[in-house]
C-alpha cells in the first residue's frame, strides 16, 4: 500500500533529496578537514591532543585487568633473549680477505671493471 501523495510533495521531495545531498557533503569536508588537522596536530604536538586520543582508544579495563600479573611473560615474548654464544664455535680471528676487489698486500681496492665517466646528454 502506498500513501496518497499530496500536492506538492515532488518539490519538497527535491528539496529534501538536495539539502540531504549537501549535508553529506559537508559532512565529508569536515571529516576531512578535522583529519588534516590531528595529522598536523601530530606533527606539532606529539603527546598533546593526538597521544590522548590514541591512549583512551587503546586503553580500556578489561585489557588492563587480562594483562594484570602477566606482565614478564608479555615482556619476555616481546623481547626475547639472544641465545647464548658459544664461543668454542665462534671463527678464528684471522684477517679474512672479505672483498674479492680487496688486494691486502696493497691495502687498495682493484676494480676488474672500468667505469665510464658520466656525461650529461
Known sequence: LRRVRMR?????????????????????????????????????????????IVMNKNSNRSTRDAAKGRENTIADHLFPMAPPTNWDEAPDPEVRNVFDAFDPDTDTLQFQRVIPPFTAQ
Open 8 to 52: 506538492g510533495s515532488e518539490g519538497a521531495r527535491s528539496n529534501f533529496s538536495l539539502a540531504r545531498k549537501d549535508l553529506r557533503w559537508a559532512i565529508k569536508l569536515a571529516k576531512e578537514k578535522s583529519w588534516r588537522d590531528l595529522c598536523d596536530l601530530v606533527e606539532n604536538d606529539p603527546w598533546g591532543k593526538p597521544y590522548r
